[in-house]
């Protein structure tokens, strides 16, 4: 099956992004000089803040794309969905890391997350339902 190098290639470009996202949570706790919490430091809050953010929302993707690929979905489909989710997260995470950087990044990349993530989740329930009227 086509469909699993697919998910392992995004899903291992989302650990990198993640990765990315625990050494800047990391460098700024070190120049916020805080182990544990925020500190009440607005730049440890905003790197945290955009950490948790991808933790929240990369899982529940990957789920879903192992059920599309299992379940058969073209290998197009799920390159479409998968890079559009991978940009967006490298654009949201991007957002969250620099201080100067401008809203677009955190729209744009919420924008394309959140689109892969609903499409992802309307065609599995699509497809469960024929499934379970038809099956």
Do not use: C
């Amino acid at each position: 099956m086509m469909q699993w190098p697919v998910v392992g290639l995004y899903a291992a470009l989302n650990v990198l992004i993640l990765f990315w996202l625990t050494i800047a949570t990391g460098a700024a706790r070190r120049q916020a000089k805080v182990l544990v919490g925020d500190g009440g430091d607005p730049r440890l809050i905003k790197v945290m803040r955009g950490h948790a953010n991808a933790i929240e929302n990369i899982p529940m993707m990957f789920v879903m794309m192992i059920l599309a690929a299992g379940m058969g979905t073209p290998t197009y489909v799920l390159h479409a969905l998968g890079l559009a989710f991978t940009v967006g997260r490298f654009l949201h995470a991007m957002h969250f890391i620099k201080d100067d950087s401008p809203r677009w990044q955190r729209s744009a990349g919420f924008s394309l997350g959140f689109l892969a993530m609903a499409l992802l989740a309307l065609g599995l329930l699509g497809h469960a339902a024929w499934s379970l009227l038809h099956g």
